[in-house]
């Protein structure tokens, strides 16, 4: 990759805008549903309108987002392609004025090689060199790169796992529910007092 090829930065990351996947992937109702729905699965005895509370704000949740949210994973998922890695890699060099121009072409190189061996997906590539650039005050290291990269891979599997796994948490409250329903039930008729017998002896 040549200076010039440096000087060629991307004015928009085609065919997607993995910038808006990232402010929708971020909200962070999801995990907050989540959470409120583990904790009513464990605690619905002591916390019963709160977790009926959670358990219709996850149903809205879904009703209202499980489309869309399961369309931007799919497509912050996908795997990048060598222009978006070399495209990203040039990205991150030309942010570093002070970086050394006569290894750059050599540095890039390795750089978009090693990341296209991650096979890193679009989500993590973007958001992972974007976070170098604004947090880095030197060229990243290609060893710095890579674990940036495993750790956006990461969050974004989080982000799947916490999604799908809302259906899955919404059955086992409503079976909690149940169980504890069914034992409260029991012990009413085992504690009710026996009918008096007014039949005379």
Request: charged fraction near 30%; hydrophobic fraction near 40%.
């Amino acid at each position: 990759m040549s200076d010039a090829g440096l000087s060629v930065l991307p004015k928009q990351l085609e065919p997607v805008n993995v910038y808006h996947i990232e402010a929708k992937l971020l909200d962070q109702r999801l995990y907050a549903i989540s959470r409120e729905l583990r904790d009513a699965r464990d605690h619905w005895e002591m916390k019963s309108d709160r977790c009926e509370a959670a358990v219709s704000q996850a149903r809205a949740y879904l009703e209202e987002c499980a489309s869309e949210y399961r369309c931007l994973l799919d497509t912050a998922g996908q795997l990048a392609t060598r222009s978006e890695i070399a495209k990203a890699v040039a990205l991150l060099c030309a942010v570093f004025p002070s970086a050394d121009r006569t290894d750059l072409s050599g540095f890039a190189r390795i750089a978009c090689e090693d990341v296209g061996q991650m096979r890193p997906s679009r989500y993590a590539l973007h958001t992972a060199l974007k976070e170098l650039r604004r947090s880095s005050k030197w060229l990243p290291a290609i060893s710095e790169i890579l674990p940036e990269l495993r750790k956006h891979e990461d969050r974004l599997a989080g982000r799947r796992n916490a999604f799908t796994s809302l259906p899955k948490l919404i059955e086992q409250v409503e079976a909690r529910r149940d169980e504890i329903i069914r034992k409260r039930k029991a012990h009413a008729l085992r504690s009710a007092p026996l009918p008096k017998n007014d039949t005379p002896a």
